[in-house]
Structure formats: C-alpha cells, structure tokens
C-alpha cells in the first residue's frame, strides 16, 4: 500500500489531506510551491527528517508556516552580502553592466527559485520611470516587468497621458523597474533582507538611467525608497527618493481589486503630467 502523504513531515491521512488542498484552493492557491525557495541539491543531501505520528494542525495552515518554511538567509551574513551588492552596483558603468553584475549576484536566495532575470522593460533614456514591486509569475517566464494582468492596466493608464514604454521618442516613453528582480515564490511580499540587498542595484538604476521624475507604484517601492509604507495616505504627495521628484501612486493591481480607486490614481496620472509639463518649461 502506498504511504500516506506529509505536511511538513506529519503524517496526513488521506481524508485530512484532501481537506488541506480543499482549503488552499479556496485561498487561491494555484502553484505546488513553497514560500522560499527549494534548494533541491541542498535537499538532497541532508538525512531524512523522522516521520511525526502526531496529528497534523487544523487549517489554516498556511498562517503558520512563515516561521518554518522561510528561513532564507540569516540575517549574519546580510552585511558581506549587502557590500557585495553595493560593490558590483557602485563598479556598474552602464545599464547593461549593471543587468550583468546584478543577475550574476547570489546574495539572494530568491534566485534559485526563478524562471528569469527581470531587469527592465521601455526606453531607458525615458523622462519617467515607474518602480514597481517584483515580478509576478507572467514577469517570471517572460524575464520583463509588469506584462501580466496588472502590467497591461499600467500601460492603458500611462497611455491616457501620452506616455507609453513603446514610444519612439523618448519624451513620450516609460522606462519600467522593479525593486526585485527575482520573482517572490507565491506572489509573497519580498521581505526586508532582499530589498535591503537589492537596494544598492535599484539606486545605481536610477543613477544611471537619470529620469526626471519617478513613479513609486505601491506600497513595497515607498518602503524600499522612502522607508515608509501606507500607499492610500502616501499616494498623489510628491516626495524626493533618490534625489528626484517622485510620486507615489496606488498600484495597477489595487486597482484592479478596487476600480473605485481609479479616480484618484487618475488624479495622480494628472498631477504627473503637469509636473513633467513643468519642468521641460
Ligand atoms: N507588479 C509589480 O510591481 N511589478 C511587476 O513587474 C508585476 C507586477
């Protein structure tokens, strides 16, 4: 007979099991994957863990797993790879020397578990650029930013004020980044050690692509530039990051759970404009 399935080593019996998966699904679940990485090589040279003959958690589940399924790196070891990354960025003289140290840097565990690198998608020489969060799962297999649901109503919103990341002239063009390169397994928020590593490579972005405004699209971008999170009380406020003006505004995403929300990113879609107006005056 075949042995009964596992839940973080316990036990399930069958009808359990099929009462968790029952509950995922309905939690959206759609991927069998795990919330870090899974370093299969690693994996398979470490002993078997005991099979527990405990019986397993009730749901949800998933509320408790953080703490054990995700230690990705400890944090002792955030500081070499914090210089690291600030090294190969501050040794980046151009855009595609900067894609090239950037997607050879280990120092994130989120690596081991993507499809692709994505690094940027417009017009580098773009007067805006909009950072967004992380990749999602179509960013992943295309290695692009924002191509998926959400990418699709960025690039209908910015074309409503002449602005698009295909244009030809780059006063009419986008150039669109993301804090993370790699895709956060599950659409999870990334966590405080990968921005932090991957900050210094997002500054040396905006060095070196030298936008005149920037677009902080949601609330993980306010984190990683301005230390502050709270999109609904930030967005349409100009602040300074990275020493240019810049306008946080209410993710495309958001937007598409709450489309009342639409008239106000639409305000900010304004207010942009006019600034852009302004400073080319
Ligand atoms: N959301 C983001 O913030 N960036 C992407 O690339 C896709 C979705």
Redesign the pocket.
């Given at each position: 007979m075949d042995a009964n399935p596992t839940y973080h080593g316990i036990e399930l019996d069958a009808e359990t099991a099929l009462a968790l998966l029952e509950w995922q699904a309905e939690m959206g679940v759609d991927e069998p994957i795990l919330d870090a990485p899974l370093d299969r090589f690693d994996l398979a040279a470490r002993p078997k863990p005991a099979t527990a003959t405990a019986k397993p958690p009730l749901p949800p589940p998933l509320q408790a797993r953080a703490p054990e399924s995700s230690p990705p790196q400890s944090t002792d070891d955030a500081g070499a790879r914090l210089a690291e990354a600030e090294a190969l960025a501050a040794g980046a003289g151009t855009l595609a020397a900067l894609a090239a140290a950037q997607e050879a840097f280990d120092g994130i565990e989120l690596k081991k578990g993507a499809r692709n690198f994505?690094f940027a998608d417009g017009d580098p020489g773009a007067r805006v650029m909009i950072l967004?969060?992380?990749?999602?799962d179509?960013?992943d297999r295309q290695g692009?930013?924002?191509?998926?649901r959400?990418?699709q109503l960025l690039d209908r919103m910015f074309a409503a004020i002449g602005l698009s990341r295909t244009a030809v002239d780059a006063a009419q063009a986008l150039y669109?980044v993301?804090?993370l390169t790699w895709r956060p397994p599950g659409n999870r928020d990334p966590s405080p050690d990968e921005i932090l590593v991957s900050m210094p490579f997002v500054r040396r972005h905006v060095e070196l692509a030298a936008p005149d405004l920037i677009v902080l699209?949601?609330n993980?971008?306010c984190q990683a530039a301005l230390g502050r999170r709270g999109i609904l009380r930030l967005r349409g406020q100009w602040v300074e990051a990275f020493g240019r003006p810049a306008l946080p505004m209410t993710?495309?995403?958001y937007l598409l759970r709450n489309p009342a929300a639409k008239r106000e990113a639409w305000a900010d879609l304004l207010s942009l404009s006019a600034t852009l107006e302004g400073l080319s005056v």
């Open positions: 994505c967004g969060e992380a990749p999602g179509e960013e692009r930013p924002f191509v998926g959400a990418g669109v993301n804090v699209m949601g993980i971008p993710h495309p995403a």
